[in-house]
């Protein structure tokens, strides 16, 4: 059976210094997101050993666990991607082009994503996706890690509004975390997953 593997950064703990230090970094990537790749793995053994002994009295909540598990596994794997030291700025080209098309321009974008990031109720994330249907670019709220995941869009750009993200460095400020994200984020990872996702 295949199993969950924690990625390895594209840069060292302290490479987003100042606006993540090196010690919010290696916790949230070395524990907090160890932790769901690991629930993500015990659980799938628990789902088959639930099958193989047809018993699925607790089916409810492991299905629920695995969830939240390969959710956050995900969301984090994307997060990692989507942060450099040399990120920033804004993004162009057809990315660029369906932000000002869905979204009402770069300004408007980024003000919704800011405020969709900090003020999502308890824990969760600020998410640019773009969803097939109607083939454009949403800006939703996740709640924890599965509110919204596997409804069919396509996280591009992902913000961490968990307190782990950012509580040791900026308290219970997160309007200033979510600024300072803004100086890191990698629009050309954004950018091919975009082209991925809509097929540009």
Do not use: C
């Not at 919010?24 to 659980?43: F, P, Q, R, S």
């Not at 990692?80 to 300004?107: C, K, M, T, V, Y």
């Amino acid at each position: 059976m295949g199993t969950y593997e924690l990625p390895d950064l594209p840069y060292d703990y302290a490479a987003l210094e100042p606006a993540i230090t090196g010690q919010i970094l290696e916790l949230h990537h070395a524990k907090h997101h160890a932790a769901y790749v690991k629930g993500a793995n015990d659980t799938l053994e628990q789902l088959a050993e639930a099958r193989d002994k047809e018993q699925f009295s607790g089916l409810v909540g492991l299905e629920k666990t695995f969830a939240f598990n390969l959710s956050g596994h995900v969301l984090h794997s994307i997060f990692w991607q989507n942060l450099s030291r040399d990120g920033g700025d804004r993004p162009d080209g057809a990315l660029g082009d369906a932000i000002d098309e869905h979204l009402g321009g770069f300004e408007a974008f980024k003000k919704q994503l800011t405020t969709a990031t900090t003020t999502v109720q308890g824990s969760g994330w600020g998410v640019l996706a773009w969803e097939p249907l109607g083939r454009r670019l949403i800006v939703e709220q996740v709640y924890d890690h599965h509110g919204n995941v596997g409804q069919g869009a396509v996280p591009l750009l992902v913000f961490d509004a968990w307190e782990h993200a950012y509580y040791l460095q900026y308290k219970n400020v997160r309007p200033d975390y979510v600024t300072k994200l803004w100086d890191l984020v990698n629009w050309e990872d954004v950018a091919a997953r975009y082209a991925a996702a809509a097929g540009v």
